[in-house]
């Protein structure tokens, strides 16, 4: 059996470092993040750790992008990544904005299509590769406002579980990575 590997997006870095696993009081956490990565089980496309990287110095995104941003990095500049990421373009183009207000879908496919959001190359990278992406963003094919990771994920075979999923797989007693027992 293959071990899962998984593709971690900004948002849920974003989300734990502003509440729940603030480094403050949850060091173990991020360094439970660290551990999974050298494991070889965790990373994080290059358009995340840029994504990180626009944030203030003082920031502690910023600085663990700096600091670890190396090791999780995976690029997203491969001839086949680029490939897949014009199929996703063309997907959100004639299947996702079908039937959706175009004043609304429209400035949404430009900010899908914008080189520098993350979303659809870690879905190309993550249907390339096997991953599976770690997003706490929502499904919403319905809405015209935004095309939704967890959507155009789905419609290119590429799972997306939420952080809690991931820990409850790959963290022992105070965040020790372990693999999961089959």
């Not at 870095?13 to 403050?24: F, G, Q």
Request: proline fraction near 4%.
């Amino acid at each position: 059996m293959s071990q899962k590997k998984y593709l971690f997006d900004s948002d849920c870095l974003i989300v734990a470092k502003n509440s729940y696993y603030s480094p403050e009081f949850s060091s173990a956490f991020w360094d439970w993040l660290i551990a999974g990565n050298q494991q070889g089980v965790f990373f994080m496309v290059d358009k995340v750790i840029d994504e990180l990287k626009q944030g203030r110095e003082d920031d502690y995104l910023y600085r663990f992008a700096e600091t670890h941003g190396d090791n999780f990095m995976l690029a997203t500049t491969s001839h086949d990544c680029l490939i897949k990421y014009a199929d996703l373009q063309n997907w959100a183009s004639n299947t996702w904005a079908v039937g959706k207000k175009p004043s609304n879908s429209r400035k949404a496919l430009e900010t899908f299509a914008k080189v520098n959001m993350a979303d659809p190359w870690q879905v190309a990278y993550a249907s390339l590769n096997g991953y599976e992406i770690v997003s706490n963003e929502k499904p919403e094919i319905l809405s015209s406002k935004s095309v939704k990771l967890p959507d155009a994920a789905n419609a290119f075979g590429v799972n997306v579980v939420k952080l809690h999923e991931v820990l409850s797989l790959h963290s022992g007693q105070n965040f020790t990575f372990k693999f999961p027992t089959p």
